[in-house]
């Protein structure tokens, strides 16, 4: 009995490096490739529809996933019940809008099964198997791709977290000094600031989440933690002018500029609201592999400029008649406020314009449909009546069939209602629970994973970083990854206080999340 169980474990974690090995080259590919990678695919005869990249590695986790759960002999839990429910739920609408709507049920259901690589990420990735040796290569793996500084930039920011946290965990001080060197000399700095705005604005909430978590753990004089507020300040002040420029960054909180135009073009909707109709395509697309458009960038006419910064998506590049007609302000003044990354003032303000009012259509027809409780059919297409009377970005819509909303959150709402506002829920409580926890035991390494996390969370109010593969799938990878150390070291520490840690005792069982939770 004693050796089957030796063997056993040894399977198991097999399993585990044959499985953290995997999401991590695939993860590598997207980190270096972005859409190009994520778009590789193969199309069986007998589907009508292709397998990419991202679903192969899923069916791939799952495998490892179930065999190691028939060597590990647990019981059901109530968590286990719960996520087995939920994705029933979304094979079951998936089905459902396969048969009524085609294929493009699957990419909308990829937005509710993505989330399944957190289970993958707390059952594999575990604070045991990544010896000194793994962490190294781990290391190595991300300096080079520094080194290299053409890859795909949203994940810069994670990157260097996660290496912080390995060189963190060296126990050889040598070792550890020389790769803080190697570190700080081949970070792509620009790429904090040279990125699409929105995930600037994610970097901005970052930077404010550490602010806090600084003023609140370090005891230093006010004198010292002002100096270093204001040293802080004056580097993202440079940074900001000197690679996005403020122009960019002053588009972001431009309230009064986005109410104007706003308020302006939702004038010309309303006025032809009641009289249009939605016209007819062809077949809709699941993907875009953009080969019939050409790919050019558009300063002074594109409400969606921002498409070049957002990692080559294939479904938001342009063409020249996206619009028919310029916006006087941008045909006026455009060209003498171009920010340092060539972008346009006006056209970043119209970039945003565009989300609002997909976002009130989507809004507006949840509502006329009676607020469906689990949310429109996967598959069914998002169109914009805002967006089709204004004619943007008309050659994308025209030929998919449909518009991203550039908004995951609300995006998972609108295709899963009340199930989908729960996920959100769960997940956001929980990562504001684990920050809590990490700060109280003054755990770096977990601020720095929570911080990571929130920056993305940001971001998909904005970007498609959910539904992308490229983006969603290490970045619930790594809220996997993160939940998982954060139950051993809510265990640990309850191991190492005993009874006496009476408030950690009343944590961890607040949140049921022990061993048993992925075995």
């Not at 135009?261 to 395509?281: A, G, L, M, N, P």
């Not at 992308?468 to 150390?485: C, D, E, F, K, M």
Request: aromatic share 16%; glycine share 6%.
């Amino acid at each position: 009995m004693i050796m089957n169980t030796v063997y056993k474990n040894k399977i198991i974690q097999a399993i585990d490096m044959i499985a953290a090995f995997s999401i991590g080259l695939i993860t590598v590919g997207y980190v270096m490739y972005a859409a190009r990678f994520a778009e590789r695919h193969i199309q069986f005869p007998f589907l009508d529809f292709p397998v990419f990249i991202g679903e192969f590695l899923l069916i791939f986790c799952a495998m490892l996933f179930a065999i190691r759960v028939c060597l590990s002999d647990y019981k059901f839990n109530k968590w286990q019940i719960i996520l087995s429910l939920y994705f029933i739920f979304v094979l079951s609408k998936a089905a459902f809008g396969y048969a009524k709507w085609g294929a493009l049920a699957f990419r909308h259901a990829a937005l509710m099964y993505y989330p399944v690589f957190a289970v993958f990420g707390y059952a594999f990735l575990r604070k045991k198997n990544f010896t000194d040796p793994v962490k190294l290569f781990v290391l190595s793996v991300i300096v080079g791709i520094f080194v290299i500084r053409d890859f795909y930039f949203y994940p810069t920011v994670i990157m260097l977290n996660i290496a912080i946290i390995l060189i963190l965990s060296f126990k050889n001080s040598t070792l550890k000094y020389l790769s803080a060197v190697v570190l700080v000399l081949t970070t792509p700095y620009r790429y904090f600031f040279h990125t699409a705005r929105m995930m600037i604005l994610g970097h901005i909430i970052y930077v404010l989440y550490l602010f806090a978590v600084g003023l609140y753990l370090l005891r230093w004089p006010r004198r010292y933690k002002l100096m270093g507020i204001c040293l802080t300040l004056v580097i993202l002040a440079v940074g900001v002018e000197w690679y996005a420029g403020f122009e960019r960054v002053h588009s972001i909180f431009a309230i009064d500029r986005h109410v104007a135009i706003f308020k302006k073009y939702d004038d010309r909707v309303q006025s032809q609201k009641d009289t249009f109709e939605f016209k007819e395509f062809g077949p809709v697309q699941i993907y875009n592999p953009n080969k019939t458009i050409e790919e050019r960038s558009i300063q002074l006419k594109s409400p969606l400029q921002e498409g070049q910064a957002e990692g080559n998506e294939a479904h938001i590049r342009m063409s020249e008649d996206m619009f028919q007609e310029e916006t006087p302000t941008t045909a006026k003044i455009g060209i003498e406020r171009k920010s340092k990354d060539g972008n346009n003032y006006e056209s970043d303000l119209n970039n945003s314009v565009f989300r609002l009012l997909v976002w009130r259509d989507m809004f507006e027809e949840y509502a006329t449909a009676g607020w469906p409780v689990i949310g429109f059919d996967y598959g069914k297409p998002l169109r914009s009546i805002s967006i089709e009377i204004l004619n943007w970005c008309r050659s994308e819509w025209s030929r998919d069939g449909w518009v991203a909303p550039h908004n995951s959150f609300l995006h998972i709402m609108y295709r899963s209602g009340i199930v989908g506002c729960l996920l959100i829920f769960g997940i956001c409580i929980f990562l504001v629970r684990m920050a809590i926890f990490f700060i109280r035991r003054r755990d770096f390494r977990g601020i720095l994973l929570c911080g990571s996390i929130i920056m993305c969370f940001v971001a998909a109010n904005f970007l498609i970083v959910l539904e992308a593969p490229y983006s969603a799938i290490p970045i619930w990878t790594l809220y996997g990854a993160t939940v998982r150390y954060y139950v051993e070291e809510v265990r640990n520490t309850i191991v190492v206080n005993g009874a006496g840690e009476e408030p950690l005792q009343m944590h961890q069982r607040r949140h049921s999340l022990d061993e048993r939770c992925v075995t």
